[in-house]
């Protein structure tokens, strides 16, 4: 079956870097996105990856390694908007996204 | 504004009842996708659409049904409401059904009793 693991929970403090990994096992792989989700609200893109490697946008970085079936989410310079949930997703080979229960970010001052 | 639109926002309906979700883009995307979130799960994929006139199945479409007789529109059908389909529903758009990236509507909360 297809399988997206991401750790439920994690809290960090105001100003700091949290990474939030993501463990895949898809049938095909297209590429991995990431989303940010506030309470209540719709999930907003963040990221893509389909090479391995890092990604670099502002605050927030993107790791794939495909060979591991691995990715992970860098958030710098921790802002209490950052408190949120962060979906990670695989585009499989029907081109159809399977997506992780999500990781709620709490920040605290 | 550009985006995508959905109604109603909330709707708490009695099982048994019809009820169609509405979802209207104005970006000209040519993919559409439907939605369900449950506390806990990940989203799963109702049914999909990739152009006007075709539509498709994704992990959970037992019980919806849907259609796209235009670009624009995407409505999601429940044909006989059940508590199991309380859920937050979200509708979501792309330029194609490929790897493009996909924009999400604000969401329908649905309360079946």
């Known amino acids: 079956g297809q399988n997206i693991d991401q750790p439920t929970e994690m809290t960090a403090t105001e100003g700091a870097i949290v990474q939030i990994n993501c463990t895949y096992q898809t049938s095909g792989f297209n590429g991995l996105f990431w989303y940010q989700q506030h309470a209540g609200e719709a999930p907003t893109f963040l990221s893509y990856n389909v090479l391995d490697g890092l990604e670099e946008k502002g605050r927030f970085s993107s790791f794939l390694s495909r060979s591991k079936g691995y990715s992970y989410l860098l958030l710098k310079e921790l802002q209490m908007k950052d408190s949120a949930s962060y979906l990670c997703a695989v585009m499989d080979s029907n081109y159809q996204l399977i997506w992780g229960a999500g990781t709620k970010l709490i920040i605290k001052p | 504004i550009a985006g995508i639109t959905q109604a109603p926002t909330s709707q708490i309906l009695a099982a048994g009842r019809r009820m169609t979700l509405r979802c209207t883009q104005d970006?000209?995307?040519?993919?559409m996708y439907w939605y369900r979130q449950d506390l806990g799960l990940g989203l799963r994929l109702i049914h999909y659409?990739?152009?006007?006139?075709?539509?498709g199945k994704g992990e959970v479409p037992d019980g919806y049904s849907v259609s796209r007789a235009n670009t624009d529109d995407f409505p999601l059908t429940l044909a006989s409401a059940v508590p199991s389909q309380t859920s937050v529903y979200f509708c979501?758009?792309?330029?194609?059904?490929?790897?493009?990236?996909?924009?999400f509507g604000p969401g329908t909360r649905l309360t079946v009793l």
């Open positions: 979501a758009s792309s330029v194609s059904g490929s790897t493009d990236t996909q924009y």
């Open positions: 970006m000209r995307h040519n993919a």
């Open positions: 659409s990739n152009t006007a006139g075709t539509t």
